[in-house]
């Protein structure tokens, strides 16, 4: 078996991974800060991660993963303001519509998923202990962290301390002794959710959240924290600061950061306007073609949005669903004689075909070589997982003769259609409904793009039919290559006419 190997960004090269403990993996990864809808770049990085803990499922590691919600922020604030709302009831909202997504894109719920407001006593702990350990200092209620007192600040990012400038979410405080001091408390101010604390009421700075929640639930030395690359600094930077400033043995193993999503190979960003929510395309595509999506560059690198992306992840999807659902119909009639014979003919166990025995070795051999190097997944589903497709895709026609000395091309059939599934599932790519079922949701999602109903489209299918009756041919394909241009495929399957998605081009 291939060792897996995940790229550090701490030593900036990939590294054999090698859990603390033996048969258990500890992994905090940073989430949403909840004031609004989240966007495919939070997808991203929740459905990368979310491939993570599954592959290391399926290794055999018992997986802890944590992965938090920041329901205590400036901008939360701001937007409670705005609307008139509380704060932590806005932000317990969007957690909930986060969840929502989540379920939607087929990620796992977490071991953990806390929230700052939950963990003050936490926090407030920590940030003592990095006071009495010298790390940090009291300004009117404020508590910041001195980042000259740790030689290490930077080395995560390789920013100079000398070339720091303030952080970016605050602005520059004189009462900090150097600029690049960061808060770990606030004092209150008027008008927003506050705690009480040994410095007076007020409520936490940013990071300090993710460094006391990871060292509660994992401990200071755990083996994964991910996050998008845009954390690493000043995020990242300063959790391992404030970390090893309550702790000298607090260590991360490995860290790791997803790239951006782009538009118009510019990040996506709430505060920049360019981003599209993850509802604003799971009202038009299945969230599988968007979970697809995602998965079609490696983790590390840029992936520009794109509706022609989209369109051909929503096609490949339903390829992948259309050629299992047909496989499902094929190989029912043979299920139940084989469930009473099980795998034996004539007393003899009935063995795969050397070809699919091939195909099946090929495609686990491909996808654990790709999972393996640092969860290459951009072409997973190429190569091998093609072949395999089309295995299955040519075969299930001879089968449909019901021959009783098909047992052999069955069993292929199973056995190869189960290796299709296996990966599927380790992408989080297999669905807990029937074939059938999201068959029928990638072509409603299909029809929304359009613009049409069901019936608008049978009603075409029929007013194409009659001119082929008529043998007014151009009329029939002038009405196949409109239909086309909505993304509506009509095809000619025997004396009968079905229709498909058909993927647009941008």
Not at 135 to 163: C, I, M, T, W
Not at 476 to 498: A, H, L, T, Y
């Amino acid at each position: 078996m291939a060792e897996f190997r995940l790229y550090n960004s701490m030593t900036q090269q990939k590294e054999v991974f090698e859990p603390l403990v033996p048969d258990q993996v500890s992994m905090y990864v940073c989430g949403v800060t909840a004031y609004a809808l989240s966007h495919i770049g939070h997808a991203r990085a929740a459905v990368n991660f979310d491939v993570l803990y599954r592959y290391l499922e399926q290794l055999g590691y018992k997986v802890t993963y944590v992965r938090n919600f920041t329901d205590v922020d400036d901008k939360i604030i701001r937007q409670a303001n705005e609307l008139g709302e509380d704060p932590i009831s806005l932000s317990n909202r969007f957690c909930q519509e986060y969840t929502i997504d989540m379920g939607d894109l087929q990620c796992r719920t977490p071991t953990h998923e806390p929230r700052v407001s939950d963990h003050m006593e936490q926090i407030i702990d920590m940030i003592t202990q990095i006071i009495n350990n010298d790390y940090a200092y009291v300004v009117d209620g404020d508590v910041f962290f001195a980042v000259e007192k740790f030689p290490n600040y930077g080395r995560l990012s390789g920013q100079k301390l000398e070339h720091i400038r303030a952080g970016e979410r605050v602005s520059v405080d004189s009462r900090k002794r150097n600029p690049a001091d960061f808060a770990l408390w606030k004092s209150a101010k008027p008008g927003e959710p506050s705690w009480d604390s040994p410095w007076g009421k007020g409520r936490p700075g940013w990071h300090i959240e993710c460094s006391a929640m990871s060292a509660h639930y994992l401990t200071f030395k755990f083996d994964i924290h991910g996050g998008g690359i845009d954390l690493i600094f000043p995020h990242h930077e300063n959790e391992i600061a404030q970390s090893c400033a309550a702790c000298q043995e607090s260590r991360v193993s490995y860290w790791l950061h997803n790239g951006h999503v782009t538009n118009n190979n510019e990040k996506m960003s709430k505060s920049v306007g360019n981003f599209f929510t993850i509802r604003q395309i799971t009202e038009r595509y299945h969230p599988l073609s968007l979970r697809h999506f995602l998965l079609s560059a490696h983790y590390r690198t840029p992936l520009n949005y794109s509706v022609s992306q989209l369109e051909s992840a929503s096609d490949a999807v339903y390829y992948i669903y259309n050629t299992l659902q047909e496989c499902e119909v094929a190989l029912s009639p043979f299920q139940e004689g084989a469930q009473k014979e099980g795998a034996e003919q004539n007393g003899r166990t009935v063995k795969i075909t050397q070809e699919a025995e091939g195909l099946i070795s090929k495609l686990e051999n491909e996808f654990e070589t790709k999972m393996s190097d640092d969860l290459n997944t951009a072409s997973i589903l190429t190569g091998a997982f093609q072949d395999a497709l089309r295995y299955i895709n040519i075969n299930m026609k001879p089968l449909k003769k019901k021959n009783p000395k098909q047992q052999q091309l069955y069993r292929s059939l199973v056995e190869t259609k189960k290796a299709v599934e296996k990966v599927l599932d380790t992408l989080g790519l297999l669905s807990s409904d029937t074939y059938s079922e999201v068959v029928q949701q990638l072509k409603a999602k299909a029809l929304i793009r359009a613009g049409l109903s069901e019936d608008d489209v049978l009603r075409t299918i029929a007013e194409r039919t009659l001119a082929r009756k008529n043998k007014d041919f151009a009329k029939s394909d002038q009405i196949r290559e409109d239909m086309e241009e909505k993304g509506i495929q009509i095809m000619d399957v025997g004396n009968e006419s079905i229709w498909r998605p058909k993927a647009l081009k941008e």
